[in-house]
């Protein structure tokens, strides 16, 4: 691991060259995600946990040697152009120390759900040698379509209060991602966790007839770190991408 | 068009788990059309050194109300002097009484709100320090 000043600098330059890249006013972004970077995005409701897997995932990833850099979205309000950045607040703050390059990004006046010029924001992450980038959606909703083209592995944290199967059919993410991970085990939701997966049992079952692929569904904790280990295995598998 | 506004970071440091007051400030400036970076609870001043280099702000507002200011400010004014992030602006607020106000300035902060202040007031000081 490096000295923490020299990370400093490297972030210090990291983030300037970033913030110059927002500011190209030329929307047009590089075709493709760098090739070197493993991408992974995480999907789901505002409160799900994507935060707090992504922390526990990134800590996981450092203790491997692995160079890590995370994007959080949120979105700019659309009457005063401004953005409250808080997901920084669900990480663990020794993660920069550690080396891991975290980056708040507001969706600005893009027509969309994902920063301006993400590609090259990317590009320069692989230059930076950073192998995974974690990154977090602004929550579920119209996002996971434009994030699916980015990354090699959608992660998606549903909720587990609804109250049939149906719900999963209708959503389109469930569609898109690869892995369902069922958050909040430790707050004793047996009840509410065994009809989750009665309903997800019955829709993987009924997609995977129908098309052959269907997302992996992983239980666990996001607080307590049940299940990291199985999504760790699943994201750093070589050859993972759909 | 709004991706240039100026990006600030609202900070907690030491033993102080009150954020009502950054609550109430991250929203006003969110409305006056800032983007507003949230720490959390509880870091230490060279953590929030790394958050504000990793996030690229112009400004950090440090909201305290532990009565510890002249320390845990000290501290922090020292870890941005020290790592030639002295670009960055230190602005402070929460239960500073007057007669700190300049010792922290002193200490290298640039600009001291006593509970008194109207949020106003802070926008129009950050739209002062604002660059392009």
């Avoid at chain 1, 120390?97 to 708040?104: E, F, L, M, Q, T």
């Avoid at chain 1, 119209?142 to 049939?164: K, N």
């Avoid at chain 2, 532990?66 to 960055?88: D, P, R, V, W």
Wanted: glycine share 8%; hydrophobic share 40%; net charge negative.
């Amino acid at each position: 691991m490096k000295p923490v000043k020299n990370q400093l600098t490297d972030h210090y330059h990291l983030a300037k060259h970033i913030s110059t890249i927002l500011k190209i006013a030329d929307q047009s972004d590089l075709d493709r995600s760098p090739e070197s970077l493993r991408l992974i995005g995480f999907t789901g409701n505002s409160g799900a946990g994507k935060s707090t897997l992504i922390g526990k995932i990134a800590n996981e990833l450092v203790s491997k040697n692995i160079k890590v850099a995370i994007l959080l979205i949120d979105p700019t309000s659309v009457d005063t152009g401004g953005t409250l950045l808080g997901d920084r607040i669900r990480l663990d703050p020794l993660l920069p120390s550690k080396g891991v390059y975290i980056r708040s990004l507001s969706t600005g006046s893009n027509q969309g759900n994902l920063p301006r010029n993400l590609n090259r924001i990317l590009a320069v992450l692989a230059e930076n040698k950073f192998e995974f980038v974690l990154i977090e959606t602004i929550g579920i909703g119209q996002a996971e379509a434009e994030i699916r083209s980015y990354v090699d592995t959608l992660i998606v944290l549903p909720a587990i209060d609804v109250g049939d199967s149906l719900q999963y059919y209708k959503t389109n993410v469930f569609e898109l991602c690869d892995v369902i991970f069922v958050n909040k085990s430790d707050l004793r939701l047996e009840a509410l966790h065994s009809h989750t997966k009665r309903y997800l049992e019955e829709f993987i079952s009924v997609k995977t007839w129908i098309s052959r692929i269907a997302p992996q569904v992983v239980f666990g904790s996001a607080k307590t770190g049940e299940g990291v280990e199985e999504l760790i295995s699943i994201i750093t598998r070589v050859g993972s991408e759909s | 068009m709004h991706d240039n506004r100026m990006r600030v970071l609202v900070a907690k440091i030491g033993l102080d788990g009150h954020d009502r007051g950054a609550k109430i400030l991250m929203s006003y400036l969110k409305d006056a059309g800032f983007h507003v970076i949230y720490s959390g609870l509880r870091n230490t001043p060279f953590q929030v050194l790394e958050t504000a280099t990793q996030e690229d702000v112009q400004a950090v507002g440090v909201s305290i109300l532990s009565g510890s200011h002249l320390e845990l400010i000290g501290q922090l004014c020292a870890e941005f002097k020290n790592n030639s992030a002295s670009e960055i602006k230190i602005f402070v607020g929460g239960i500073i009484p007057e007669a700190d106000i300049e010792h922290l300035l002193a200490l290298g902060v640039d600009r001291v709100f006593s509970s008194e202040t109207s949020l106003a007031d802070v926008i129009d000081w950050l739209k002062l320090i604002e660059r392009p």
